[in-house]
Structure formats: C-alpha cells, structure tokens
C-alpha cells in the first residue's frame, strides 16, 4: 500500500508493526502503536485519558511527551510509567508499550 506521501507500508502478521520504506531508498523503518494514559490534571488539560498513536522504533517517551506538548509538566513533577513501571522518559518504547503520565499526588 502506498500513503499519500508516497511512502510504501506493509502490514506485518501477528503484529502491530508496520515498516515503510521512503522514496529514497532508506532502509525500512517500522512503525509501532503505543497507548498514552493520562491522569489528573494532565487528563484535564488535553480533555482525553488515552491516546493512541503510531511511533517509529526508536521512539522514547520523551519524544512523546514533546509531540503532545507536555514537556513542562515534567518540571512539574509528572512521573513515567511504561508498562506498569515508574521509569525514564529516556527510555526506547517498543510495539505495544503503554506510557502512562502520573502527576504528583497532592493533599493532606
């Protein structure tokens, strides 16, 4: 199949992956689907608590939670769970993986 950019993509079996390669002849890149969960304000402020969206591999939770906007929220305490796991933003997702967003808890 090709896509409107003239990008070729093929659908793998078995999985969520796909690869393309672009018209320069670069190696294939394949492209995963990750699951964003929001929490609190953070779900508040983008009005959704999932997000689903295709990444290429390689991609880190960092560059994710930059395309969506939110570096900020970081500084202000947002902790990164992938998979169930409060990690690094650093870290390489992979197909399938779920990101979830947890701001600080806070009260008394």
Do not use: C
């Not at 294939?28 to 953070?42: E, Y």
């Not at 570096?71 to 997702?93: C, M, N, P, Q």
Request: charged share 25%; proline share 2%.
């Amino acid at each position: 199949m090709t896509t409107a950019d003239g990008e070729e993509s093929a659908n793998e079996v078995g999985s969520n992956a796909v690869t393309s390669a672009d018209s320069e002849g670069e190696s294939n890149r394949r492209a995963w689907k990750i699951s964003i969960l929001l929490f609190g304000q953070l779900a508040d402020h983008l009005d959704q608590r999932r997000i689903d969206v295709a990444v290429y591999e390689g991609t880190t939770a960092e560059e994710l939670i930059e395309r969506f906007g939110l570096t900020d929220w970081l500084d202000r305490g947002v902790s990164v769970a992938i998979d169930g796991e409060i990690g690094d933003a650093h870290r390489i997702l992979h197909d399938g993986a779920e990101i979830a967003l947890l701001p600080p808890v806070s009260g008394g």
